[in-house]
């Protein structure tokens, strides 16, 4: 059996504590399995980059590299998320491109194809994740390594004429071609690719998910929607509700009912038009005002650029400005907070919730939706109120599916799910908890690696019938 070698620029050391899908979705897959996990060690370092630390835990090795501040800032701050990030989550308005970052960026790919080539076996399975190392597989065939080699992309594929809009983007998008197999979250954004391909990649697209690059080479692309570790967070949520964190919260809300939001403070999570959307909510249905608390937790993320500061910002007004409007002595409607925290504990939180608000701009899938409804309790469960722009909501019809520029829309959603009868909610719920009983994370490593290694697996969660 092949060792696996998981790349991706986000790695969750043991003890290291960050929110973001991708590291908790990998954590979960390489646990069943082990393996080596390569990436960076979340260090920015005054010396070159390049230094190596390595760990174990269980089956998994973990080698880090670290960056220095000028590679970290043109690789990660600058070309990853202020030219790709943006460019994928459909905001042309917010890409900022330049020769500079982008080749700070091909440098980190080349530093990191530098130090894992060595480190690699003739029959490994490598398995490169996101926007951060596009080129990877590349770099790492210019030197020498020949093992079947597969990429994931965790956030949207845009429509074609926005890639195409970035300047040079053949170089890097041509890079995807040294793959043997690109996974998607949803079969939406495989099509944009089949799409791009044809029509600015220079290449010919097959049935059954084949590509053939310029030049001939072969590979595939499929959907393998991300999901999560679902047996564990359910039971883990059960345990959560004696946390001391999680009895304050439920403490400090009786008798009301809680409304929670959990997204790193990012402009693709949609956070300032939720805030209006509540806004609205206390509005359009006044008579249930008091009722509901909305608890927004909203670690900072990427804190070093720009957009993302200024966002920080914007959502501070908001909410003071909702406060001020709405609150009264003994109830403050919006609790806004900027803080991380343990997985184990948002757990408890979900649990407490009557409603969960998932409602980003655009999302590769939005882990938060899945974990909100594994962490209910079967017997009285809460509500997802979901974005139709989330890969998320391509599985989870039952959610009440929102689109999130439509502020009211929201708001009379989030007075439904208030209001909901409990036979209704479990019925909702059960049907979705069903699904991700049945394609959670282990699921998903096996789909995406049996078709990696060569045989092909069936790998389709069944869209639900009726909303
Ligand atoms: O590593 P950061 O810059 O701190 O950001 C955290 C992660 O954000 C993005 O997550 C995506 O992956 C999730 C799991 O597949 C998915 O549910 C979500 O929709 C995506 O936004 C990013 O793609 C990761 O690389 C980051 O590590
Ligand atoms: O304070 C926090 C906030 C979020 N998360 C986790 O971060 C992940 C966020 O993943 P998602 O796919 O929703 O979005 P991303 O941040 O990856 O874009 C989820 O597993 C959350 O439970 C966390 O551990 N602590």
Known sequence: MSRLVVVSNRVAVPGENRAGGLAVALQAALEEKGGLWFGWSGRTVREASGALHEQS?????????????????????GFANRTLWPLLHFRLDLVDYSRETREGYRRVNALFADKLAPLLREDDTVWIHDYHLIPLAALLRERGIGCRMGFFLHVPMPSPDLMA???????????????????????????????????????????????EAPGGRRLRAAAFPISIDTAHIASQSVAAINKPAVRDLRRSLEPRLLAIGVDRLDYSKGLPERFHGFERYLERHAGERGSLTYLQIAPVSRGDVT???????????????????HAVPDWTPLRYVNRNFAHATLTGFYRLARLGLVTPL???????????????????????VLSLLAGAAQEMKEALLVNPHDLDGVADAIATAANMPKAQRIERWRAMM????????????????AVLEGEPALWAPAAPASA
């Open 57 to 77: 835990e269980g089956d998994i090795r973990f080698v880090t590299m670290d960056l220095n501040k000028r590679d970290h800032d043109a690789y990660y701050n």
């Open 165 to 211: 809009a970035m300047p040079d983007h053949a170089r890097l998008f041509s890079t995807l071609y040294s793959y043997d197999l690109i996974g998607f979250q949803t079969q939406r954004d495989v099509e944009r690719f089949q799409d791009y391909v044809r029509l600015f990649g220079g290449g010919r697209v097959f049935g059954d998910g084949v590509l």
């Open 307 to 325: 957009e993302y500061r200024q966002l920080r910002n914007q959502l501070e007004q908001i909410a003071g400005h909702i406060n001020g409007n």
């Open 362 to 384: 655009r999302d590769g899938m939005n882990l938060v939706a899945k974990e909100f409804v594994a962490a209910q309790d079967p017997e009285d469960p809460g509500v997802l």
């Open 434 to 449: 069903d699904r991700l009983e049945e394609f959670d994370i282990h699921a998903w490593r096996r789909a995406y690696m």
